[in-house]
Nanobody, 132 residues
């Protein structure tokens, strides 16, 4: 079965850290740019970070810049999102998605990520709750 699986979410206190993983099953991530999204209750799903297929380009939303770091380990077929200095407003369901083409441009600094329907694979999401 071809799928992305997120893991690593949970409950953490403000100021704490979590590392999310996005693992591919049934296909190789080598050729895909990966985006991390999040969706809080009642809000839209927003892209917060991405990494190009080569790993050479990354992009971050202003809300997470300086606190979150995206990386990839193609040998493990996994992309990570290290989240530090977490805030209550980071509470959301976090998703990863894979796109082999247009997302690479966004990761390199072009405006406007691909539309939701353009991504070839989505994960099922992992809940992150930041609360004391």
């Amino acid at each position: 079965q071809l799928q992305l699986v997120e893991s690593g979410g949970g409950l953490v206190q403000p100021g704490g850290s979590l590392r999310l993983s996005c693992a591919a099953s049934g296909f190789t991530l080598d050729y895909y740019a990966i985006g991390w999204f999040r969706q809080a209750p009642g809000k839209e799903r927003d892209i917060i970070s991405c990494i190009s297929s080569s790993g050479g380009s990354t992009n971050y939303a202003d809300s997470v810049k300086g606190r979150f770091t995206i990386s990839r380990d193609n040998a493990k077929n996994t992309v990570y999102l290290q989240m530090n200095s977490l805030k209550p407003e980071d509470t959301a369901v976090y998703y990863c998605a894979a796109d082999a083409y247009r997302l690479n441009y966004y990761c390199s600094g072009y405006p406007n990520p691909p539309a939701y329907g353009a991504y070839e694979y989505w994960g099922q999401g992992t809940q992150v709750t930041v609360s004391s």
